[in-house]
C-alpha cells in the first residue's frame, strides 16, 4: 500500500504562483506515470499534467507554458509548479501514481483558491 500526501496548496491571488508536491511513502522508481488531476463535471478527474517514469510529460491545454510538472524518484516526490495562476484554476489538486492499468493510487487533494 502506498500513501500519497500532497502539499502546498492554499490561496493565492490572479497571476501568482504556487508549488504543489506529492510525497509517497513508498519508493515512485517503479511508477509508470504520476498525474496531477482537478475534478472534472461528471464528479470524474482530468489529467492536468503527467510524466511517465522516462520523464515525458504531457500537459492539458489550459495550463501548457503556465504549469509544469517534474519527479525527484530519490526524494519519491513528483512537484507542480503553477505559474500565472488564474480563478479558473481553483479546485482540488490530486496526485495519482499508477503503477499498472490496475494498480494505482491516489492522494487525499490539496486544495488551490485563485482571487481575482
Known amino acids: 500500500q502506498v500513501q500519497l500526501v500532497e502539499s502546498g496548496g492554499g490561496l493565492v491571488q490572479a497571476g501568482g504562483s504556487l508549488r504543489l508536491s506529492c510525497a509517497a511513502s513508498g519508493s515512485i522508481f517503479s511508477v509508470n506515470f504520476m498525474g496531477w488531476y482537478r475534478r472534472a463535471p461528471g464528479n470524474r478527474r482530468e489529467l492536468v499534467p503527467g510524466i511517465t517514469n522516462g520523464g515525458r510529460t504531457t500537459y492539458a491545454d489550459s495550463v501548457k507554458g503556465r504549469f509544469t510538472i517534474s519527479r525527484d524518484n530519490a526524494k519519491n516526490t513528483v512537484y507542480l509548479q503553477m505559474n500565472s495562476l488564474k480563478p479558473e484554476d481553483t479546485d482540488v489538486y490530486y496526485c495519482?501514481?499508477?503503477?499498472?492499468?490496475?494498480?494505482?493510487?491516489w492522494g487525499k487533494g490539496t486544495l488551490v483558491t485563485v482571487s481575482s
Open positions: 495519482k501514481a499508477d503503477y499498472s492499468g490496475s494498480n494505482y493510487y
